[in-house]
């Protein structure tokens, strides 16, 4: 679309939306998939539970004086568990990763499928950057949530109460001592967390206004080049990457602080722990050497599922500015309860508005403010006004690509909001400034409009374009690869290209949003010779500076400001 409509121009950062109870309903939809990680988590902590005590029986028989075959079983089973252990681990990071790659897998699906709902108009409202950098790295940046926090956050809570249990049962005190220092961790971890949250944030506004500025500075590299101003974007990108290094590093900085609370919280616990023994073993009044050493053994088992979370909690942290875009992203509108939906014969389309109205962007006032007007089957409306106007909203509005807010779109009398989308598309072709074409050959490029069409179908279409001077200068004729975006062809050409893809879609409604616009006038001629003929029998509603509107015969509404001009309209 061109911008003869108001909108807000792209924002810096990506939208932002409270992300608590969004995140709060996808945790509970992964818990499932994250409980076999939970699980072989907490398997290896009963296992490492079982190494202690093979380590401290051990010990206990080789000071009692036993002989060495009595240590050989506590020593085998020692051996036995490390080997399970191992394959716990592995285990345990497979199921982890499983469990991340589901959730990735469902909230891009989510994602995407938004954006889809919300059609072409999203782009109105957000750069393309910011949607690529939400379906892209914010979802990969929950990763860590689904696939290492959710699960560390289960065995934070049973690994820790299993080790205790099992001290209680050996030394009291000593399960108190561990206890009393293990609530130290969660109080650091959330003062560290609040910061990392912050620094978070301001990391990833930083990340997303360093790519939608790359993106921009790629998309008119010519024209930075041609203004001599390449050194000075150079400078500027340089200065947004350092910025983004400065706040990633601050993001750094704040997790190892919740780390180092963790090694003090531990090197604490093992302190206590070995006076209160060293002094309770040279006197004998305290706990066997075994029961000791199976106590002090069981310290860094206390600790390795609050370490993991602690580690983890870093991914928490990240996950909410993360979601903030994700939850941002627009519902899929609701379809309407009291009418029934609908499909339209496609032999001849009238095109009806009543009173429609659209916002944009509600600081900038109404795109459409009760615009009506009716085009019988067959017959053409051109569409003039300044830049601005509202043309553009009125294509797209018949393109489905957005809703209005308030009146009534008709086609052959069915209210567009009622139509089958699939339906509503096969009635509509559109050509506008630029067509999009794609790194594939011509042939595919046209048959993208039907992708059924045969050969000989595409052919024909191709000559109702008037591609045939175009396709006997080039090597491979129709099966001429053209780049992305139709790199190697002129405007003319692409401009043919498009109007083959319309004359094979043979839609009964054509819309035409400035055709013509940055043509020479040659090919301009050229170009509207193929767009008339392709009009023939059809409904065309068309926006279009003066050249080709005085191209068309029909009826002329003029727009300013969102408003029709009553009586300035043209038979």
Known sequence: MDDSDPRPPPQGAAPHAPAGPWLRLRLR?????????????????VAAIGQAVCAARALQLALDGAGMGEAVGPLLGFAGLALLRAGLGVLFERAGFDAGAASRRRLRSEALGAMLAAGPALLRRHHSAELATVVVDR????????????????LALAGPVLVVLVVLWVDPIAAAILAAVGLLVPAAMGLAGLGAAAAARRQFTAMTRLQARFVDRVRGIATIVLAGHAEAEAQALGRAAHELRRRTLKVLSLAFLSSAAMDLAFAVG?????????????????????????????????FAPLRGFAAAYQDRSHAGPAAEALAALPEPPPAPPA?????VAARGVAVAFEDVCLTWDASR???????????????TLILTGPSGSGKSSVLEILLGFVRPESGRVTLNGADIATLVPAAQARLVAWIGQRPVLFASSIRDNIRFARPEASDAEVEEAARFARLDPVLATLPQGLDTPVGEGGYGLSGGQAQRVAIARAFLKNAPLLLLDEPTAHLDPATEAEVLDGLRRLALGRTVVLASHAAAAHAFSGRRLDLRDGRVQLGRGVA
């Open 339 to 343: 009418l029934p939906v609908r499909n």
């Open 365 to 379: 006032g109404r795109a459409l403010d009760g615009v009506s007007f009716r085009v019988p089957a067959g017959e």
């Open 29 to 45: 939809a992964a818990r499932r998939e994250a409980v076999p990680a939970a699980a072989f988590g907490l398997l290896g902590i």
């Open 139 to 154: 979802v990969e940046a929950l990763e860590g949530l689904f696939a290492r926090w959710l699960p560390a956050a289960m």
């Open 270 to 302: 093992i302190v206590v722990l070995a006076l209160r023994y060293a002094a309770g073993l040279a006197d004998g009044s305290l706990v066997r050497p075994g029961d000791a050493l199976l106590v002090l053994l069981l310290v860094p088992e206390f």
